[in-house]
Protein backbone atom coordinates (compact mmCIF):
# COMPACT_ATOMS: atom_id res chain seq x y z
CA UNK A 1 0.00 0.00 0.00
CA UNK A 2 1.46 3.64 -0.74
CA UNK A 3 2.20 5.83 1.79
CA UNK A 4 2.36 9.46 1.71
CA UNK A 5 4.64 12.24 3.57
CA UNK A 6 1.99 14.20 3.15
CA UNK A 7 -1.61 14.76 5.05
CA UNK A 8 -3.98 14.30 2.00
CA UNK A 9 -2.21 13.38 -0.80
CA UNK A 10 -0.39 10.33 -1.96
CA UNK A 11 1.73 9.42 -4.93
CA UNK A 12 1.57 6.16 -7.08
CA UNK A 13 4.59 5.04 -8.78
CA UNK A 14 2.95 2.14 -10.70
CA UNK A 15 6.36 0.56 -12.94
CA UNK A 16 5.05 -2.77 -14.27
CA UNK A 17 7.17 -5.14 -16.93
CA UNK A 18 6.01 -5.11 -20.27
CA UNK A 19 5.72 -8.74 -22.46
CA UNK A 20 8.21 -9.03 -24.44
CA UNK A 21 8.23 -7.47 -27.85
CA UNK A 22 4.44 -5.81 -26.54
CA UNK A 23 5.94 -2.13 -25.78
CA UNK A 24 4.66 -1.13 -29.83
CA UNK A 25 1.20 -2.38 -29.45
CA UNK A 26 1.03 -0.86 -25.92
CA UNK A 27 2.05 2.37 -27.24
CA UNK A 28 -0.59 2.27 -29.94
CA UNK A 29 -3.18 1.35 -27.30
CA UNK A 30 -2.40 4.35 -24.96
CA UNK A 31 -2.05 6.72 -27.77
CA UNK A 32 -5.21 5.35 -29.36
CA UNK A 33 -7.24 5.81 -25.89
CA UNK A 34 -5.57 8.98 -25.73
CA UNK A 35 -6.70 10.74 -28.83
CA UNK A 36 -10.02 9.24 -28.43
CA UNK A 37 -12.85 12.42 -28.36
CA UNK A 38 -14.61 11.16 -25.40
CA UNK A 39 -10.73 9.98 -23.66
CA UNK A 40 -12.17 7.48 -21.26
CA UNK A 41 -9.12 7.87 -19.27
CA UNK A 42 -9.69 11.75 -18.90
CA UNK A 43 -13.19 11.30 -18.29
CA UNK A 44 -12.60 9.08 -15.55
CA UNK A 45 -9.93 11.37 -13.55
CA UNK A 46 -12.24 14.54 -13.78
CA UNK A 47 -15.33 12.62 -12.55
CA UNK A 48 -13.06 10.90 -9.66
CA UNK A 49 -12.36 14.36 -8.40
CA UNK A 50 -9.32 12.74 -6.70
CA UNK A 51 -6.47 12.67 -9.19
CA UNK A 52 -3.89 15.53 -8.79
CA UNK A 53 -1.75 14.41 -11.65
CA UNK A 54 -1.65 11.04 -14.35
CA UNK A 55 0.71 9.92 -16.66
CA UNK A 56 1.77 6.74 -18.88
CA UNK A 57 5.99 6.99 -19.53
CA UNK A 58 7.62 4.17 -21.58
CA UNK A 59 10.67 3.42 -19.08
CA UNK A 60 14.15 1.17 -19.38
CA UNK A 61 14.38 0.96 -23.20
CA UNK A 62 10.24 0.49 -23.20
CA UNK A 63 10.41 -2.89 -21.17
CA UNK A 64 7.87 -1.33 -17.86
CA UNK A 65 5.26 1.26 -18.06
CA UNK A 66 5.13 3.34 -16.03
CA UNK A 67 1.64 4.92 -14.64
CA UNK A 68 2.39 8.04 -12.01
CA UNK A 69 0.16 9.95 -9.93
CA UNK A 70 -1.14 11.76 -6.73
CA UNK A 71 -4.09 10.93 -5.54
CA UNK A 72 -6.32 12.11 -2.76
CA UNK A 73 -7.87 9.69 -0.09
CA UNK A 74 -7.13 5.54 0.40
CA UNK A 75 -5.24 3.50 -1.30
CA UNK A 76 -7.81 0.33 -1.95
CA UNK A 77 -10.40 3.35 -2.71
CA UNK A 78 -8.39 4.65 -5.43
CA UNK A 79 -7.39 2.10 -7.28
CA UNK A 80 -11.08 0.02 -7.30
CA UNK A 81 -12.95 3.16 -8.19
CA UNK A 82 -10.57 2.72 -11.29
CA UNK A 83 -11.73 -0.76 -12.11
CA UNK A 84 -15.27 0.90 -11.31
CA UNK A 85 -14.80 3.44 -13.79
CA UNK A 86 -12.73 2.41 -16.47
CA UNK A 87 -12.31 -1.19 -15.85
CA UNK A 88 -11.53 -2.00 -19.70
CA UNK A 89 -8.81 0.31 -20.30
CA UNK A 90 -7.15 -1.41 -17.18
CA UNK A 91 -8.09 -5.01 -19.15
CA UNK A 92 -6.39 -3.73 -22.47
CA UNK A 93 -3.54 -2.57 -20.81
CA UNK A 94 -2.53 -5.66 -18.51
CA UNK A 95 -3.10 -8.06 -21.62
CA UNK A 96 0.80 -6.49 -22.53
CA UNK A 97 2.03 -6.56 -19.01
CA UNK A 98 4.07 -9.49 -17.84
CA UNK A 99 2.48 -11.37 -15.12
CA UNK A 100 -0.71 -10.16 -15.05
CA UNK A 101 -2.64 -12.28 -17.27
CA UNK A 102 -4.63 -13.67 -14.39
CA UNK A 103 -6.11 -10.36 -13.74
CA UNK A 104 -7.95 -10.09 -16.31
CA UNK A 105 -11.01 -9.13 -15.97
CA UNK A 106 -10.13 -6.66 -13.52
CA UNK A 107 -13.73 -6.64 -12.66
CA UNK A 108 -13.93 -10.10 -11.35
CA UNK A 109 -10.25 -10.04 -9.32
CA UNK A 110 -9.95 -6.41 -7.40
CA UNK A 111 -8.28 -7.77 -4.75
CA UNK A 112 -5.89 -9.81 -6.51
CA UNK A 113 -5.71 -6.00 -8.75
CA UNK A 114 -5.05 -4.43 -6.05
CA UNK A 115 -2.36 -6.55 -4.74
CA UNK A 116 -0.77 -6.35 -7.73
CA UNK A 117 -0.74 -2.69 -7.97
CA UNK A 118 0.57 -2.39 -5.02
CA UNK A 119 3.60 -4.93 -5.38
CA UNK A 120 4.69 -2.83 -8.49
CA UNK A 121 4.36 0.44 -6.26
CA UNK A 122 7.93 1.71 -6.22
CA UNK A 123 7.88 4.30 -2.65
CA UNK A 124 9.07 7.78 -3.27
CA UNK A 125 12.28 8.88 -2.00
CA UNK A 126 11.75 12.29 -2.27
CA UNK A 127 9.26 14.41 -2.75
CA UNK A 128 7.15 17.66 -3.45
CA UNK A 129 4.03 19.61 -3.17
CA UNK A 130 3.44 22.87 -3.51
CA UNK A 131 -0.19 22.63 -1.77
CA UNK A 132 0.50 19.71 0.56
CA UNK A 133 -2.13 19.68 2.93
CA UNK A 134 -5.25 20.35 -0.26
CA UNK A 135 -7.08 18.10 -1.69
CA UNK A 136 -8.14 18.38 -5.08
CA UNK A 137 -11.74 19.52 -3.93
CA UNK A 138 -10.22 22.10 -1.95
CA UNK A 139 -7.55 23.54 -4.76
CA UNK A 140 -10.93 23.76 -7.02
CA UNK A 141 -13.20 24.69 -4.94
CA UNK A 142 -10.86 28.08 -3.98
CA UNK A 143 -10.51 28.13 -7.35
CA UNK A 144 -13.92 28.44 -8.37
CA UNK A 145 -14.01 25.05 -10.46
CA UNK A 146 -16.45 22.59 -8.74
Known amino acids: M???VFPTQTP???VMPIKPG???LLRALLTGVGS???NPVNRALIALSNVHHAQFVFLENETRLGVLTWYDGPFEDYI???VEHIGGIFNAI???IDGADALIPVELHRDAFTAFIAAHDYKCLHAFSAYPGQRLFDI???LGLN
Open 36 to 38: RPD
Open 94 to 96: LQY
Open 80 to 82: LSF
Open 140 to 142: KDA
Open 22 to 24: AAP
Open 2 to 4: SSS
Open 12 to 14: LNL
